[in-house]
């Protein structure tokens, strides 16, 4: 995985609650086990019309809004424990998703893959998706370090949660094996200590 320390980044607004990985990747994409691709079929449902023709009315279909920051409505990630969702966002392009509330599975899902989920208040939840509707052009700065969700321009301002052992992957770039094979040489001393 990449290093992920800050993020200055525009923002998707999807401002839908109770969004389920099925909606963020439908069960019959499920098929493959490489992670690349997944990100064609990202809320395939929404994207395209039941004809195959594009969704114009729905907002990844918008030219207006980029950014590698998805801002979700309440309790995103729900449903089944389809890790296919976490790849599904990060091979679209999306690096981080903030939301006022994630299901525990998508969240760990999430932190695993190297997606950042930022759980922030209602209140600045609804303030950001405020925002970004009335300029799409404004940047947010994600800070895994200092654990700080701002507005570029404004004052505005919050902290959020990170797990200490996945903020430190994330810092470095790692998965669960490149954390035990950053420690591999204190683990062989300590084996050699044992025997």
């Given at each position: 995985?990449e290093?992920?320390?800050t993020?200055n980044?525009k923002?998707?607004?999807l401002p839908i609650?109770?969004?389920?990985?099925d909606q963020?990747?439908p069960?019959?994409?499920?098929?493959?086990t490489?992670?690349?691709?997944?990100?064609n079929n990202l809320?395939?449902?929404?994207?395209?019309?039941?004809?195959?023709?594009?969704?114009?009315?729905?907002?990844?279909?918008?030219?207006?809004?980029?950014?590698?920051?998805?801002?979700?409505g309440?309790?995103?990630g729900c449903?089944s424990?389809?890790e296919h969702?976490a790849?599904a966002?990060?091979?679209y392009?999306?690096k981080?998703?903030?939301?006022s509330?994630?299901?525990?599975i998508?969240?760990?899902?999430a932190?695993?893959?190297g997606?950042?989920p930022?759980?922030?208040?209602?209140?600045?939840?609804?303030?950001?998706?405020?925002i970004i509707?009335?300029?799409?052009?404004?940047?947010?700065?994600?800070?895994?370090e200092?654990?700080?969700i701002?507005?570029?321009?404004s004052?505005?301002i919050e902290?959020?949660?990170?797990d200490s052992?996945k903020?430190?992957?994330l810092?470095?770039?790692?998965?669960?094996?490149?954390?035990?094979i950053?420690?591999?040489?204190?683990?062989?001393?300590?084996e050699?200590?044992?025997?």
């Open positions: 995985m290093k992920f320390i993020l980044s923002a998707v607004p609650e109770n969004i389920d990985t963020i990747i069960a019959r994409f499920l098929k493959a490489d992670k690349i691709g997944f990100g809320f395939k449902d929404w994207r395209f019309k039941k004809d195959g023709t594009i969704n114009d009315s729905f907002v990844l279909n918008h030219k207006k809004f980029k950014g590698a920051i998805l801002i979700a309440n309790n995103f449903g424990s389809r969702a790849w966002l990060k091979d392009g999306f981080v998703v903030v939301s509330y994630f299901a525990d998508f969240k760990g899902n932190l695993n893959n997606l950042l930022v759980q922030i208040s209602p209140e600045f939840l609804k303030l950001l998706l405020e509707h009335i300029n799409p052009e404004t940047e947010i700065t994600v800070d895994i200092k654990q700080l701002s507005i570029n321009g004052t505005a902290s959020f949660e990170i052992y903020k430190y992957c810092m470095n770039g790692y998965d669960d094996i490149d954390f035990l950053n420690k591999k040489e204190r683990i062989e001393a300590f050699k200590k044992l025997a």
